[in-house]
């Protein structure tokens, strides 16, 4: 359990060191602040998802 929540805590720290940064960059693309907040959060789920399919194949 503890590896769990050590995952959990290195990928929300992920999410607060990059989030400013995706966010930013996805407001340069579309150009609509409620569409760059879906944008960003659809990023860091997937990226969240990416990486528990890693950690089962391991």
């Known amino acids: 359990m503890t ?3 050590s995952d959990v805590a290195a ?3 992920l999410v607060r060191c990059h989030q400013d940064f995706v ?3 996805a407001l340069r ?3 609509n602040p409620t569409a760059a907040e ?3 959060q659809e990023a860091f789920a997937d990226a969240e ?3 528990a ?3 089962v194949e391991r």
């Open 11 to 13: 990928f929300g720290e």
């Open 29 to 31: 693309v579309v150009r």
């Open 53 to 55: 399919t890693i950690a």
């Open 23 to 25: 966010y930013g960059a």
């Open 49 to 51: 998802f990416i990486e």
């Open 3 to 5: 590896a769990c929540r």
């Open 38 to 40: 879906d944008l960003a």
